[in-house]
């Protein structure tokens, strides 16, 4: 019993909470950014260049070739980067969306203040009294 209890206090620890937390809320805004690029991003670029769709661009290999009969003999082998540059822009919308999180959360953290210097200690004070009452 007694793995099972710390268990349970290392699980419900707050940090371990609010790295869930944070892991599932981070998942969810990757699936919306997904959607942004293949839905919006992708078909603007698409229309700027009025030539292709922008997740299909691929550099082909090797084309695909038919026999007599329509079958497929060889088939095709392409590299299909435009996937990837799609995966890269979503990579970055999310990167430039947590730097500036995270410089918001900073920008709101108060500065705490400097603690005070500590006062001299007592061997200090006897040293300063040594010393003024040679002054004297």
């Known amino acids: 019993m007694g793995m099972m209890k710390e268990f349970k206090e290392f699980a419900m620890k707050g940090s371990l909470v609010d790295i869930a937390v944070g892991f599932v809320m981070g998942t969810a805004f990757t699936a919306v950014v997904n959607k942004f690029t293949g839905g919006i991003v992708a078909?603007?670029?698409?229309?700027?260049?009025?030539?292709?769709?922008?997740?299909?661009?691929?550099?082909?290999?090797?084309?695909?070739?038919?026999?007599?009969?329509?079958?497929?003999?060889?088939?095709?082998?392409?590299?299909?980067?435009?996937?990837?540059?799609?995966?890269?822009?979503?990579f970055v919308i999310v990167a430039f969306v947590m730097f500036m999180v995270i410089k918001a959360i900073n920008r709101m953290k108060t500065a705490e203040?400097?603690?005070?210097?500590?006062?001299?200690?007592?061997?200090?004070?006897?040293?300063?009294?040594?010393?003024?009452?040679?002054?004297?």
């Open 113 to 136: 203040p400097a603690p005070p210097p500590p006062g001299p200690s007592n061997e200090e004070k006897l040293l300063m009294e040594i010393r003024d009452a040679l002054r004297k």
């Open 43 to 90: 078909p603007l670029i698409s229309l700027l260049t009025e030539r292709f769709k922008f997740d299909e661009l691929e550099w082909v290999l090797r084309k695909e070739v038919l026999d007599a009969t329509g079958a497929v003999s060889t088939a095709k082998v392409a590299v299909t980067y435009g996937q990837f540059l799609t995966a890269v822009i979503d």
